[in-house]
C-alpha cells in the first residue's frame, strides 16, 4: 500500500499519430525510457523498475 511499481507504461495516440520526442519524471527527477508504437499507443519500457511513493508526481510528455 502506499506505492506503485513501473516497469512499462502504455499511453493511446491520437489517430495516425507517432510520438517525435517523449520526456518523463518522476519525483522531480529525469527517468530514462524506450519508446516502441504498438497499436495505436505509445509503449513506454523502463530499464529498470520504478518505484513511486504516496504523494509522487509522475510526469509523462508526448510531442506529435
Known amino acids: 500500500w502506499g506505492?506503485?511499481?513501473l516497469k512499462s507504461l502504455r499511453l493511446?495516440?491520437?489517430a495516425?499519430?507517432?510520438?517525435?520526442s517523449?520526456?518523463?519524471s518522476a519525483g522531480g527527477r529525469s527517468v530514462e525510457a524506450?519508446?516502441?508504437v504498438s497499436e495505436g499507443a505509445a509503449v513506454?519500457?523502463?530499464p529498470a523498475?520504478?518505484?513511486l511513493r504516496q504523494g509522487a508526481e509522475l510526469s509523462?510528455?508526448?510531442?506529435c
Not at 509523462?60 to 510531442?63: G, I
Open 12 to 14: 493511446g495516440l491520437p
Open 34 to 36: 524506450d519508446v516502441e
Open 3 to 5: 506505492s506503485l511499481r
Open 44 to 46: 513506454l519500457s523502463l
Open 49 to 51: 523498475e520504478l518505484v
Open 60 to 63: 509523462v510528455t508526448l510531442a
Open 16 to 20: 495516425g499519430k507517432t510520438p517525435s
Open 22 to 24: 517523449v520526456t518523463l
